[in-house]
């Protein structure tokens, strides 16, 4: 299927975990291009609010940079407020919340959640993925050095800048991630599991060829 056909829906609610690296980011765009809704990563706010130095971004940043995870009641704050935005009543994609029972629980107060996609990849895999990862400072496009490369020597292709990788994509704090994902977002994935909520994906392969089992699993499940 391609990835800018239009899937017919009324309001749907998705949730996608996985570890660092297995592509939540990648998948969440193409499916709110498929479905018409936001998707909403709490990555993505907490790093624009780092970077414009909010009161948000000054709580954030020691634990972004360092690969912890924020405070529950930080990012619980944060995704009650989004929520409630207009553009949310057709549905949405949570990409990166909930990321510990604490979090599923205060969003199981929110809203009915349809499905939880869980993208499904080995260490070994998701140590490559995020050592090539890197984007323009600029326009944000992301590149991967070994599956996706610039034309010119890590340079965007649009506006050559060179290209920049994310502060917790570096080893050590990739590690950390790693340990806070088993320790505290594997267990999430039984929580749903036992809602029958759960659907296990396999991430290896290409961007399309991920997507596409996904949308396959969601018509099947008739979401
Ligand atoms: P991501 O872009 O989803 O990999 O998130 C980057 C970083 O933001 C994580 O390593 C955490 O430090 C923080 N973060 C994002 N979402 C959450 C969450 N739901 N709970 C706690 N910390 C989070």
């Known amino acids: 299927m391609d990835d800018a056909a239009e899937v017919e829906q009324t309001a749907v609610k998705i ?17 709110q291009k498929c479905y018409s809704i936001p998707q909403i990563s ?54 990166g919340f909930p990321r510990t029972v604490s979090q599923s629980d205060a969003l199981s107060n929110l809203v009915v959640i349809d499905a939880v996609i869980s993208l499904d990849l080995d260490e070994e895999e998701v140590l490559v993925r995020l050592a090539g990862r890197r984007s323009c400072p600029k326009c944000g496009k992301p590149y991967h050095m070994r599956f996706e490369p610039p034309q010119h020597n890590e340079r965007c292709d649009t506006c050559s800048l060179k290209l920049i990788q994310r502060v917790d994509d570096k ?25 029958s909520k759960l659907i296990r994906i396999d991430a290896r392969g290409t961007k399309q060829e991920v997507f596409n089992r996904i949308v396959a699993t969601l018509q099947y499940d008739h979401i």
């Open 42 to 95: 709490t990555g993505d706010i907490l790093r624009e609010a780092i970077q414009k130095e909010t009161p948000l971004g000054k709580k954030a940043k020691d634990f972004v940079n360092k690969g912890y995870l924020v405070p529950d009641e930080i990012v619980i704050g944060l995704i009650q407020d989004r929520l409630h935005r207009n553009d949310c009543r057709k549905g949405f994609i949570l990409d």
């Open 171 to 195: 080893e050590e704090t990739i590690r950390q991630r790693l340990f806070e994902y088993r320790k505290n977002t594997e267990p999430i994935i039984r929580y749903y599991d036992e809602k």
């Open 15 to 31: 949730i996608l975990i996985g570890p660092p690296g297995a592509g939540k980011g990648t998948q969440s765009q193409l499916l």
